[in-house]
């Protein structure tokens, strides 16, 4: 008769996930965190939070897509559903859960995945006194393990938005190139502007990324010449834009990226001939510039801190036009 072995307990998939190796970070140092922001929907916003993180990741980077949404777009878009270990929504309820949210969806990309029910945490947290830390609380957790750390953010300026501002270094700006879009804008920088002032002194705007580009469109070039234009006046000026620039290349209007999302994969997986994956990688490797550009002129400014005083600019008037 065999002797009596103790009864086999099956690993949790957790803990045999955690057993993994974790692919290496390409940078030492705090990660890059950037949000993505539109309050208007159906801009590209999710569509460029997505296939840059892919994008990023392509280049050797580890990255960790945070999907802030309660429309869960970005979720799907990578074919990621949240696990039984929660969502997002847990994670802004309590920070310390956030490792064991995190689900891979392609190789060196991560995502904290949404669910509709993140819908009532505004209502949830609104009166909590540390609302607007509870992000950031979570991002720490984790942040030694990514070079990138990419906010999908609601088509909102609500709580969990102001709370994406709070936790983050940086705003990109996916926006089509209208002219009612440069309206949108004077919102966008005077919510960030606000939020730099009372929750989060050191947030900027990266810059703006025009979206279902058509070059072909008589007031395009105009909208472009206009956004530059605002970006080059206030280089003198100490406010959240200062170094803001328009990203190149413009993603172009292009079919495959509105078919991927259905597939649930990025741009690169699903069709990597495709015009869109070219944008996008393109689009990457700009972001890595003003990544490096941008930590270099941090730290000179941390060596001999500058000394222009901080000017409120009105943003609501600054982005206004002739074509209003």
């Known amino acids: 008769m065999m002797p009596n072995q103790p009864d086999q ?4 998939a957790s803990t045999a996930s955690k057993q993994l190796p974790i692919p290496a970070r390409a940078t030492s140092g705090p990660p890059e965190k950037v949000a993505f922001l539109n309050q208007k929907g159906g801009v590209g916003k999710t569509t460029t939070a997505v ?15 945070i999907d802030l949404d309660s429309q869960a777009h970005a979720s799907l878009h990578l074919g990621v559903e949240a696990s039984e270990h929660g969502s997002i929504y847990d994670v802004l309820h309590d920070p310390s859960v956030t490792p064991n949210v995190i689900v891979n969806a392609e190789e060196r990309l991560d995502v904290i995945p949404a669910e509709t029910d993140l819908a009532a945490a505004e209502m949830e947290l609104g009166q909590a006194s540390d609302r607007y830390e509870r992000l950031r609380a979570a991002i720490d957790q984790v942040a030694d393990q990514y070079d990138d750390i990419l906010l999908d953010c609601p088509p909102s300026l609500g709580l969990i938005t102001l709370s994406a501002l709070a936790a ?18 004077s919102k966008l920088l005077e919510t960030i502007s606000l939020v730099r002032q009372k929750l989060n002194p050191t947030l900027e705007v990266a810059g703006v990324v025009l979206c279902m580009y058509d070059k072909q469109a008589t007031h395009t070039q105009e909208v472009v010449s206009d956004i530059r234009g605002f970006f080059s006046s206030s280089r003198s000026q100490a406010v959240p834009w200062q170094h803001s620039q328009v ?17 649930g994969q990025s741009i690169f997986a699903y069709a990597p001939a495709a015009a869109g994956s070219d944008d ?8 890595l510039k003003w990544f490096t550009k941008r930590n270099k002129r941090v ?5 001999h801190p500058p000394e222009t005083p901080i000017v409120e600019v009105p943003a609501a008037q600054s982005t206004q036009t002739s074509h209003s």
């Open 9 to 12: 307990v099956d690993e949790p």
């Open 51 to 65: 296939n840059l993180a892919a994008g990023l990741a392509r280049t050797g980077r580890r990255v960790l897509l």
């Open 168 to 185: 983050v270094d940086q705003v990109i700006i996916p926006m089509q190139a209208h002219f009612l879009s440069l309206q949108g804008m």
């Open 247 to 263: 990203f190149t290349p413009a993603i172009r209007r292009n079919i495959k990226l509105a078919e991927c999302p259905s597939f």
């Open 280 to 287: 996008y990688a393109q689009l990457a490797k700009s972001v």
């Open 299 to 303: 730290a000179e400014e941390r060596t």
